[in-house]
């Protein structure tokens, strides 16, 4: 029976069968609309460094033929054949995309599915439908990836833009007039991979004619499952006067309208800031030689411009004033009788200047997006999380927050500690965006290890985390003792700072202020000391610091200290 996956899930693709000869099935479909159907192999960095991994009908294979496109059958409007043991290294991820092929959107589309074959079964399938989208012209589907094993994880995120837009994103370059399609290799008969005789699908119309029929074999493991519906045979291949045109990225037209051109040899207009002809730095209009008050001196014009004609305003007849210059005074007619042009600067279109702030891709429970927000992916663990209260900054999905008590006890001991943490809790399905303040944000991961981090920086935390208040020894304060915040378990833990801390390791003549502190590990010996005296009053200019911890202990601990006092 096939595993049902919803958006965000993940699981070892071990988990699900132990074969490496996969079959991957897409379905997308809508009234009107055409998708181009894709496979992007990325490497660690989630870029596309080598085109020739970019699986889409003008490239059907990868160089070794790991990644194969195989056409529409079985019921899949595209189909892919994954050997995972024959993909290099250097490939960390593939994700298999769709995108738009003319006008529409991701939203208008019927109930699709990409679904994972393998011994002749469906073992995964991720299915979902146009209500999850609104106005996304493409759509990242899933993703194989490599962590220790592979993986596979239910994306369904969309994106702005058709296909080029999607190769941008991935790191890749389009090419400026597109080739028409490669034929695929002539067909060798049935190929083993194929759909079980009888419920074979019409060969694609860009297919070249079948060769001489082989002998039947027997459809290996790796094969759609048998009984699979046939797929309604394509449509007809369109003529040479109607190539496919692929959708590029929305480029925002300038905001100023356009304006009457000047005749030839108008100069441009003077860079922003600089005085005006005939105006000195400070404003003051200079004086020509041997002219009179008010009369404005001539100016040397721009290295490799034509010198001004004498009289006007600082410009030919006919031509208004570069922008910054002064101009002619309140109503008198332009000269020439001829209005001004609006200078036109091409610029970055806003998709240009969006891009670099776009979200980072998904795949995992905890992703940064950036030095100052985070997110986390709920049901990828169906861990519930923990957060502060009103840290929330965006959530997408079916998300519910309810408050998280810390119980009689908890309160009683939060506020005698100072150690107190107004709690919410995140549940269900989807994406939520944490941040506080413009404050840094560091997810920690824990593999059954604890570390000590005060109240005040705790930003977020898988509820599998145990936390409690841990006192720190010492005779040197009233009171004879600090508190702080001690987290063990297997979880991520999200920590703030303010600006980029540094982390020290702890040895013998560590000291570090107890308002600066954010973090160490719990391994580590904390001794308060004081510098408290006496006669350290009587004299001016001392330090101010006068508690400070002081820690030890065997090499491979740590401290954590941000740039701030608390």
């Not at 049902?4 to 071990?14: L, S």
């Not at 059907?60 to 993909?87: H, M, N, Y």
């Not at 994700?95 to 959107?105: E, I, N, R, Y």
């Not at 041997?290 to 004609?309: E, L, V």
Request: proline residues 14%.
């Amino acid at each position: 029976m096939a595993r049902e996956f919803q958006r965000g899930h993940k699981a070892k693709i071990g988990d699900l069968t132990a074969g490496t000869d996969l079959y991957v099935g897409v379905q997308i479909a809508g009234p009107g609309l055409t998708f181009d159907i894709s496979c992007f192999g990325l490497d660690a960095d989630e870029r596309l460094s080598d085109d020739r991994y970019f699986i889409f009908f003008n490239q059907p294979k990868s160089p070794e033929e790991s990644v194969q496109l195989l056409g529409a059958q079985a019921g899949d409007s595209e189909s892919f054949r994954v050997t995972l043991d024959k993909i290099p290294p250097q490939i960390q991820k593939l994700s298999f995309t769709a995108a738009l092929d003319g006008a529409g959107q991701v939203s208008q589309i019927g109930p699709g599915y990409l679904r994972i074959v393998a011994g002749g079964e469906e073992v995964a399938r991720y299915s979902f439908d146009g209500s999850e989208f609104s106005t996304e012209r493409a759509v990242m589907l899933g993703d194989f990836y490599l962590k220790d094993v592979w993986r596979f994880a239910a994306v369904g995120q969309g994106f702005d833009g058709g296909l080029d837009a999607l190769l941008k994103n991935f790191g890749g370059e389009v090419a400026e007039e597109a080739e028409a399609p490669a034929p695929p290799a002539t067909a060798q008969g049935a190929p083993g991979f194929a759909p079980p005789p009888g419920a074979a699908a019409p060969a694609p119309s860009f297919g070249a004619p079948a060769a001489a029929p082989v002998p039947q074999q027997p459809a290996p493991d790796f094969g759609p499952p048998q009984g699979a519906p046939p797929a309604p045979p394509p449509a007809p291949a369109p003529q040479p006067a109607d190539p496919q045109v692929h959708s590029a990225p929305t480029i925002a037209a300038p905001l100023a309208p356009p304006g009457v051109p000047g005749p030839p040899g108008q100069q441009p207009p003077a860079p922003y800031g600089q005085p005006a002809p005939g105006q000195d730095p400070y404003g003051q209009p200079q004086t020509a030689p041997g002219g009179y008050p008010g009369q404005q001196a001539p100016q040397a014009p721009p290295y490799g411009q034509p010198a001004p004609p004498p009289g006007g305003y600082g410009a030919p007849q006919g031509q208004p004033a570069p922008y910054g210059q002064p101009g002619p005074p309140p109503g008198a007619p332009y000269p020439g009788g001829q209005a001004p042009a609006v200078p036109q600067g091409g610029g970055p279109g806003l998709g240009a200047v969006l891009d670099k702030y776009k979200e980072a891709p998904t795949g995992q429970r905890w992703t940064p997006q950036n030095s100052k927000l985070i997110r986390v992916d709920l049901g990828v663990d169906g861990q519930p999380v923990l957060a502060r209260q009103g840290s929330m900054v965006l959530y997408q999905g079916k998300v519910d927050f309810g408050y998280k008590g810390a119980g009689f006890r908890g309160r009683i001991v939060g506020n005698a500690t100072g150690q107190e943490m107004q709690l919410m809790r995140c549940t269900g399905q989807g994406q939520v965006f944490f941040a506080e303040n413009s404050a840094h944000v560091h997810p920690i991961e824990l593999q059954g290890d604890a570390i000590c981090v005060s109240a005040d920086s705790v930003l977020a935390f898988d509820e599998s985390l145990q936390h409690e208040v841990r006192r720190i020894e010492g005779h040197g304060i009233p009171g004879g003792a600090l508190f702080t915040m001690q987290f063990q378990g297997t979880g991520t833990l999200v920590v703030k700072t303010q600006g980029t801390p540094v982390v020290l390791p702890v040895t013998p003549t560590t000291y570090a202020d107890a308002n600066a502190i954010v973090a160490w590990s719990a391994a580590s010996q904390v001794i308060i000391s004081s510098q408290v005296s006496l006669r350290r009053h009587a004299f001016p200019g001392h330090s101010g610091e006068t508690v400070n911890l002081q820690f030890r202990g065997a090499p491979g601990n740590f401290i954590v200290v941000q740039p701030y006092e608390v």
